[in-house]
């Protein structure tokens, strides 16, 4: 939602919950329970790589080409921490720039918490990356970090934008991660696919949260604009 619709109609406000936004939570809460799920099935795999894992890894080692790598490498640097925080801050700053600053809050609390969800677990389930690995050799793949943050920046920016070019830029954006991470043997098949439940989540319950607050404000707004200020209320003084 833009700012110019931050103080909404009376008329809107004052209808049931919105169905988009229904839909928005129910697939946030589904995205929660499938990222619980895959963290589950790993856990009782001994943090193994799954069967699935398996079969996509060594579809990714008998397509590996050098352009395919090169390729590859361009939304690992960009998807980096160094890249991720030039990103958010570039589109914080535009948002700000544009005097919109329930959008860049809104992106900014949603990459902090996709961060802060991610970046921990990984270090506690330090899950063993594949062997052949060309990007990463630290043992934090669960889960895909890159594949989140992406999914989580691409689903805000079209829950904002709301435009159909937003979703298809975004959806490729992400398509395009999931399969650089697995190409450059950084994460196993299940590491993504976390990452794609994470930033579903995180996106789909941070702009549930976000529109929640927006219209406690509105209807404060509404309140206050309804009463009447005590000067203009109180009786006129008597004549002496």
Known sequence: MSDEQAVKPATQIAKEVDARRVVILTVGVVATVAFVGIRLVVALG???PLPMDVWWHELMLTTLTDVGILIAWIPAIVGGIVGMIVTGIVIVAAFVWRKRPWDAAHVAIAMIIVVAIGAPMS?????TRPEESL????ATSFPSGHTAVAVTVALTLAFIFRRWYVWVLGAGWVVLMMWSRTYLQAHWLSDVLAGLFEGIAVACLVWCAIEAVRDRRALRAKARSADPAGASSAPPAPAS
């Open 123 to 127: 270090y506690i389930v330090a899950r």
């Open 46 to 48: 001994g943090h193994e």
């Open 135 to 138: 990007a990463e050799d630290t």
